[in-house]
């Protein structure tokens, strides 16, 4: 048997490697967070307590103690249990509380089956599949509140179904996406929307490797599983594991970003609040997306061959032609553009897009945009056309040429020929015109 402090730096070690193939950032360009994590691992102490099942796989006690956060698990399936729920978070001191939302296609025309709700005492799971969306309505002050600071990951879907279902408009929002989106800006490296897995094993490795986020990445639910009942013990933990990290990955967050407060990051979180508002009129109802249409999108993944985007409808938008690809190429995950349908898949999952303008736009290197170029009509009523300086050339008034050559200069000249007293009378001409005198 290997002595344990050799295992747990081996460990240390390989996880580290796995980590770096699965993540797009290196590990040197991770979170400060990060690297203390690791650093700290390593330095553990080499000796094993007494009850240790196996030294190869039992964490230190000291480090599990530290990293793990025991909260209670709570069920609510009455609308008293949810009225009691969300006075009590209204009555309490927290300034910051964890949401998140599951169900099939969860969204503007999706179904909620699970409502989860972290605060720094315990994890609430309301069940929206046995209390009906009435078990919602008290939870309305807490979402309007401009106190309370919501934590989510990737709102976007959530806000759209509270808002367009529940009418239910969701404030001070602050996007753990967003957040780690922003530091990858402010590191200098290539921004892309991570998962909840990735941004919690960059800034807590030790709680990625005691809460087994491995396994959870590994073994996905399925929408319907969302909704069946009596829930799962797979479902129970999904849920809870995925809300109750939110607001200490704000914290580390905040503090890498230098921005304790968090205001930065909910200011930028808003324009995922007002994805709930998009494409509402353009496509009212679920079957309205035809060929054609103008909508709004806003984009998920660019990729050198594809670019994906989210229309706040079922169906997703997607850019496959390389001609098309490269009128996106200003937009970075998150912007907003406006396009046209050009096409609908057959199975009606997916919308072929091309931004508007197609054909007619270039990429400005000054200010790092697409530009649409102007038309005909625009430029003739910009610079109007001029009569030339030529016109009329070759039609002489009467009695005078048709072409007349104008003076070289019109400065009074000199004689070309000096008539000057020499030897016996001669002629003394300027010199270089003795041509013209003779």
Known sequence: MRPIGIARCSRAFWDGVQLRWRSKTTRSEWPAAYRKELTRLQRAPTTAPPAAPS??????????????????????????????????????????????????????FGKLALLQVATEDDVSLVDVEIGGLEILEPFRPVFTSTSLVKVFHDCREAVSFLLNQLHIPTYSVYDIQVAFTTWLEREGLEEYQASLAEIIRSCSLSTYRLHRWDRLERNTLTPSQWHQRPLQPQVIRQAVEGVVHLTRLQATLNKELGDPSGTLVQRRSAHYTDYARMNCRELPLESSLRSGMKLEAMLVS???????????????????????????????????????????????????????????????????????LPSQEELDQARPKRESSLYGLGQGSPGQPNLREERRSFRPQKPSVIYKPGKRGAVKARKGCWSKCT
């Open 55 to 108: 030294t190869a796989e039992a964490p230190n006690d000291a480090v599990k103690e530290e990293s793990i956060h025991r909260v209670p698990v709570r069920l609510l399936t009455t609308v008293q249990q949810s009225e009691m729920l969300a006075q009590r978070i209204l009555d309490s001191s927290h300034h910051s509380i964890g949401l998140d939302c599951s169900g099939e296609k969860i969204g503007r």
């Open 302 to 372: 660019k990729k050198p061959d594809a670019a994906y985007f989210k229309l706040n409808h079922t169906v997703t938008g997607a850019v496959l032609v390389h001609e098309d690809l490269k009128e996106f190429i200003d937009l970075k995950p998150g912007a907003v553009a406006e396009c046209h349908v050009k096409s609908v898949s057959p199975c009606h999952s997916f919308a072929y897009l091309q931004r508007e303008g197609h054909g007619n736009l270039w990429f400005d290197q000054r200010q790092g945009r697409m530009v649409k």
